[in-house]
């Protein structure tokens, strides 16, 4: 416990000489948050060095985009890794996805969530963001209710299964015909569990078994 007490008196002491040796009066607080942000800098020159300067950082090494066509989206990167590119590509990746799910589903409204960082960039073949070394997608669609759900959730599975493909977390609500009119991207809360469903199949990708696991939901009374 000395031990520590000395080393942070000597560690105080480096920074008094810094602010004495620098020629500005900067409080303690100001060199500190300095330096914390310098810390987390590499993840703001990673993401501007991929995709241009239109990112910002606070001190505690939170990445948001200064344009406003993606302020809608959750940031996650460090040095070497981001979720940039499936923000970038989203439009082609909510199309891919429902070229597989539209033959089975039928009519049906698909949504990417979220993301998880790769090393993939916004030149990456769409088919590069499903067959990662892990699940980077987050998937959300909406299907007008139908007594055959639970086949065409397995055939889903079972479709996604086959090419190889990973989507994780993956939501399939089913919902009545007004509510399915009424959807839209505004619907997606990440701060909350799926709601508004008739059905749910909730299902996610285990990459050490590397299976989907899925179960059925009823909507709550």
Do not use: H
């Not at 409080?27 to 993401?47: A, C, F, R, S, V």
């Not at 065409?152 to 989507?167: E, M, N, P, R, T």
């Amino acid at each position: 416990m000395r031990k520590i007490r000395v080393l942070n008196l000597l560690w105080v002491g480096v920074l008094l000489l810094l602010m004495v040796g620098c020629g500005e009066k900067k409080e303690l607080w100001q060199i500190l948050e300095e330096k914390q942000y310098d810390q987390y800098k590499p993840g703001l020159d990673n993401m501007v060095e991929k995709y241009g300067d239109m990112f910002e950082m606070d001190v505690y090494g939170s990445v948001s985009c200064t344009d406003p066509k993606y302020k809608d989206w959750l940031i996650s990167c460090d040095n070497a890794t981001d979720n940039f590119a499936i923000r970038l590509r989203r439009d082609d990746i909510e199309q891919f996805i429902k070229e597989i799910a539209e033959p089975i589903f039928g009519e049906c409204k698909v949504y990417v969530t979220m993301g998880a960082r790769s090393t993939l960039d916004m030149d990456a073949e769409i088919e590069e963001f499903f067959t990662y070394k892990r699940s980077l997608i987050w998937c959300r669609i909406y299907v007008p209710y139908n007594e055959d759900y639970k086949a065409q959730g397995v055939a889903f599975i079972d479709a996604i299964s086959d090419k190889g493909y990973k989507l994780s977390p993956l939501d399939v609500l089913y919902v009545d015909q007004e509510r399915y009119e009424q959807v839209d991207r505004s619907d997606i809360d990440l701060s909350t569990a799926p709601k508004g469903y008739q059905i749910l199949l909730d299902a996610k990708y285990d990459s050490a078994s590397e299976e989907f696991w899925f179960e059925w939901k009823e909507a709550e009374e």
